[in-house]
């Protein structure tokens, strides 16, 4: 029976799996929202669903992909936005704006607490107020800025993106979209005509309409986040518009987009309370996108799905299942809870490829493009190189250690997507697609192996210290993989960085300029080499490539994350202010774990009462004395 728990526990983590890849279906008398999530618009550069706006905007104003009503319940994205567009009244009353400065609390005469979600309603009289503050903050460098710059600055810019969101279809306002395009097409057309005939100008009532709304269409255009006029079959990404800017072009009633009857239909019926009239136009509308852009719809159907899966929170909760598994291995049931941990640590690198891999498709791109995708590709590099240990050794080590390492970077890159679309527009500097697929994927690949052999040297320590488990034969295979996985990082962190230099040669003219990006490469090479020649001149045995392998894992978070703190250099387009007391907080419990490796054989538990044969094997006895060869 043991033999079959591996796949019974495979089993259900795979339904698990599955069971996000299905669509939620509208209910009777409900909006069919799927539909409405599927359709493409165009923003922040690229096509993309409904619902990546809806997602990524309510994770710039709250944090949070759903709205947690004042009432009880909560409400998804797709439905926030759909009350954004085209019902904005209703949607001031949602509590989604986060404010989680007490100074910033106390400015608007609010009771001091850790956070406070704050409806558009509520701020709308302070609004001046944030946008003074917000202007004088944009002054200030990123660095400099104290906690309440940045909270005020944030607020500014979640308030400015939500009033353009509300001016995306029409402006706030608005009642009866679809008869106000026909009345003013229909004007259009009666002073085309009358122009065209040479009679009497247009009366004073009709040339009022006209100018009302050429304005309004106008400022709509010019203060519009989404382009939702998809262009006529055939077109390109740069023909798409604004309600505004494809209002201005009307010259007839029978001349009016499609997408523009479309949304103002969808936007009447949603007003209305109409889901009927609400899920017939949006299937009809995406039908018709899908027969004249199969490519977008294509695209944005399968962007729709993925968001729906969500691949790394699911691959994040399966690698601390196989984490727990090889752990509690070492305790009882050795073969059976291994095997369930290295089925269950495929299953979720097969997860997390799906995720990585979508994102190359969705993008075009090589899997590392920003810091977000350097987290998850970071995370799936460890995955693979552990589960290759674990395959060879059958220990539980390389699976702990790789789950440990995969979910500690996708909780990394979850925290990096809360600012918006992980999927956005390059950075001039990576705006090349050989060199992301050579020396960026290269680099990554060595701090995926830093990282392993850092965790695998960790649990060097913790085994040791807590446990009886470090036996002397565990302790060598133990110093095999970090020696292993080192020789592997000093190799593809020496080429990534030459690679680098080239790049660098290309784009600006030298090829090293001692940039804070280029030194943390050079220094993570420089470790390495330093690690394997003082392994291999017999300076340091077990408890010192522990040492240094640990240290190590401080030295590549500062290259990887630490050189865009300091905000200068060409490299510093990813300065997060946020993350700077959590490096700090890395770095200086690395160097604890590192001091801890000094203890004497007495305080560990695993050699306290071992045979000397076998702390001498550890690395106790003489450990710095060079080792005859």
């Given at each position: 029976?043991?033999?079959?728990?591996?796949?019974?526990?495979?089993?259900?983590?795979?339904?698990?799996?599955?069971?996000?890849?299905?669509?939620?279906?509208?209910?009777?008398?409900?909006?069919?929202?799927?539909?409405?999530?599927?359709?493409?618009?165009?923003?922040?550069?690229?096509?993309?669903?409904?619902?990546?706006?809806?997602?990524?905007?309510?994770?710039?104003?709250?944090?949070?992909?759903?709205?947690?009503?004042?009432?009880?319940?909560?409400?998804?994205?797709?439905?926030?936005?759909?009350?954004?567009?085209?019902?904005?009244?209703?949607?001031?009353?949602?509590?989604?704006?986060?404010?989680?400065?007490?100074?910033?609390?106390?400015?608007?005469?609010?009771?001091?607490?850790?956070?406070?979600?704050?409806?558009?309603?509520?701020?709308?009289?302070?609004?001046?107020?944030?946008?003074?503050?917000?202007?004088?903050?944009?002054?200030?460098?990123?660095?400099?800025?104290?906690?309440?710059?940045?909270?005020?600055?944030?607020?500014?810019?979640?308030?400015?993106?939500?009033?353009?969101?509300?001016?995306?279809?029409?402006?706030?306002?608005?009642?009866?979209?679809?008869?106000?395009?026909?009345?003013?097409a229909a004007a259009v057309a009666a002073g085309a005509e009358t122009l065209k005939a040479g009679s009497a100008p247009l009366d004073k009532e009709r040339m009022a309409l006209l100018r009302s709304a050429a304005a309004r269409y106008e400022n709509q255009s010019q203060f519009s986040y989404l382009m939702v006029v998809a262009p006529p079959a055939g077109g390109k990404e740069g023909d798409?518009?604004?309600?505004?800017?494809?209002?201005?072009?009307?010259?007839?009633?029978?001349?009016?987009?499609?997408?523009?009857?479309?949304?103002?239909?969808?936007?009447?019926?949603?007003?209305?309370?109409?889901?009927?009239?609400?899920?017939?136009?949006?299937?009809?509308?995406?039908?018709?996108?899908?027969?004249?852009?199969?490519?977008?719809?294509?695209?944005?159907?399968?962007?729709?799905?993925?968001?729906?899966?969500?691949?790394?929170?699911?691959?994040?909760?399966?690698?601390?299942?196989?984490?727990?598994?090889?752990?509690?291995?070492?305790?009882?049931?050795?073969?059976?809870?291994?095997?369930?941990?290295?089925?269950?640590?495929?299953?979720?690198?097969?997860?997390?490829?799906?995720?990585?891999?979508?994102?190359?498709?969705?993008?075009?791109?090589?899997?590392?493009?920003?810091?977000?995708?350097?987290?998850?590709?970071?995370?799936?590099?460890?995955?693979?190189?552990?589960?290759?240990?674990?395959?060879?050794?059958?220990?539980?080590?390389?699976?702990?250690?790789?789950?440990?390492?995969?979910?500690?970077?996708?909780?990394?890159?979850?925290?990096?997507?809360?600012?918006?679309?992980?999927?956005?527009?390059?950075?001039?500097?990576?705006?090349?697609?050989?060199?992301?697929?050579?020396?960026?994927?290269?680099?990554?690949?060595?701090?995926?192996?830093?990282?392993?052999?850092?965790?695998?040297?960790?649990?060097?320590?913790?085994?040791?210290?807590?446990?009886?488990?470090?036996?002397?034969?565990?302790?060598?295979?133990?110093?095999?993989?970090?020696?292993?996985?080192?020789?592997?990082?000093?190799?593809?962190?020496?080429?990534?960085?030459?690679?680098?230099?080239?790049?660098?040669?290309?784009?600006?003219?030298?090829?090293?300029?001692?940039?804070?990006?280029?030194?943390?490469?050079?220094?993570?090479?420089?470790?390495?080499?330093?690690?394997?020649?003082?392994?291999?001149?017999?300076?340091i045995r077990q408890r010192g490539i522990m040492a240094m392998a640990i240290i190590g894992n401080a030295i590549t978070a500062f290259s990887w994350f630490g050189v865009n703190m300091l905000g200068v250099g060409l490299h510093s387009y990813g300065f997060m202010d946020k993350a700077f007391p959590w490096l700090l907080g890395f770095v200086i419990s690395q160097f604890v774990l590192m001091?801890?490796?000094?203890?004497?054989?007495?305080?560990?538990?695993?050699?306290?009462?071992?045979?000397?044969?076998?702390?001498?094997?550890?690395?106790?006895?003489?450990?710095?004395?060079?080792?005859?060869?």
């Amino acid at each position: 029976m043991n033999r079959f728990i591996p796949y019974l526990v495979l089993l259900v983590a795979a339904l698990w799996i599955g069971s996000s890849w299905m669509y939620p279906k509208a209910g009777p008398g409900e909006f069919d929202l799927t539909s409405f999530n599927r359709i493409p618009v165009l923003a922040g550069g690229r096509i993309k669903p409904f619902d990546t706006v809806a997602r990524n905007s309510l994770l710039i104003l709250s944090g949070k992909q759903t709205v947690r009503l004042s009432e009880g319940g909560k409400l998804s994205a797709s439905h926030w936005l759909a009350d954004v567009l085209f019902n904005p009244k209703k949607a001031d009353s949602y509590p989604v704006f986060a404010v989680a400065n007490q100074e910033v609390l106390g400015m608007f005469g609010w009771p001091q607490m850790d956070k406070k979600y704050c409806t558009y309603e509520e701020l709308r009289q302070h609004i001046p107020k944030i946008d003074e503050e917000g202007k004088l903050v944009q002054e200030i460098e990123a660095p400099k800025r104290t906690p309440f710059h940045t909270a005020i600055f944030n607020l500014r810019n979640s308030l400015y993106l939500y009033q353009r969101l509300k001016s995306s279809i029409h402006e706030e306002g608005t009642v009866d979209f679809g008869k106000e395009i026909e009345t003013y097409a229909a004007a259009v057309a009666a002073g085309a005509e009358t122009l065209k005939a040479g009679s009497a100008p247009l009366d004073k009532e009709r040339m009022a309409l006209l100018r009302s709304a050429a304005a309004r269409y106008e400022n709509q255009s010019q203060f519009s986040y989404l382009m939702v006029v998809a262009p006529p079959a055939g077109g390109k990404e740069g023909d798409w518009l604004t309600t505004g800017a494809a209002l201005m072009r009307v010259k007839s009633p029978d001349k009016i987009p499609a997408s523009v009857a479309a949304l103002a239909d969808m936007g009447d019926a949603f007003r209305a309370n109409n889901p009927a009239a609400f899920s017939k136009v949006t299937r009809e509308y995406a039908g018709l996108l899908n027969i004249e852009h199969p490519e977008w719809v294509g695209r944005t159907s399968y962007e729709l799905r993925f968001n729906q899966m969500q691949p790394f929170y699911h691959s994040m909760v399966l690698y601390v299942g196989a984490f727990l598994l090889a752990c509690i291995s070492w305790l009882c049931c050795p073969r059976g809870l291994r095997k369930s941990a290295f089925l269950l640590l495929m299953l979720a690198l097969v997860v997390h490829s799906f995720g990585m891999f979508s994102r190359m498709y969705l993008q075009g791109r090589p899997p590392v493009t920003n810091l977000y995708s350097s987290a998850i590709f970071v995370g799936w590099g460890a995955v693979v190189l552990g589960l290759v240990l674990e395959r060879l050794f059958r220990d539980g080590i390389g699976a702990a250690s790789a789950g440990m390492v995969g979910f500690i970077t996708l909780i990394i890159a979850h925290h990096l997507g809360s600012s918006g679309d992980t999927l956005e527009m390059m950075q001039a500097v990576l705006d090349s697609n050989i060199w992301l697929a050579t020396h960026v994927v290269i680099i990554t690949a060595g701090y995926s192996a830093m990282f392993l052999a850092g965790f695998l040297a960790i649990a060097y320590v913790v085994l040791g210290l807590f446990t009886r488990l470090l036996t002397r034969e565990t302790a060598q295979k133990l110093t095999g993989m970090v020696y292993g996985i080192v020789c592997f990082a000093t190799l593809f962190s020496f080429v990534g960085t030459v690679l680098g230099g080239i790049w660098a040669d290309q784009s600006w003219g030298r090829f090293w300029g001692w940039d804070p990006k280029e030194n943390g490469a050079l220094l993570i090479v420089l470790w390495c080499a330093l690690i394997l020649h003082a392994r291999w001149g017999g300076f340091i045995r077990q408890r010192g490539i522990m040492a240094m392998a640990i240290i190590g894992n401080a030295i590549t978070a500062f290259s990887w994350f630490g050189v865009n703190m300091l905000g200068v250099g060409l490299h510093s387009y990813g300065f997060m202010d946020k993350a700077f007391p959590w490096l700090l907080g890395f770095v200086i419990s690395q160097f604890v774990l590192m001091l801890l490796t000094r203890l004497p054989a007495n305080l560990w538990r695993s050699f306290c009462n071992a045979p000397p044969k076998d702390v001498k094997a550890a690395g106790f006895l003489a450990d710095s004395a060079p080792v005859a060869h």
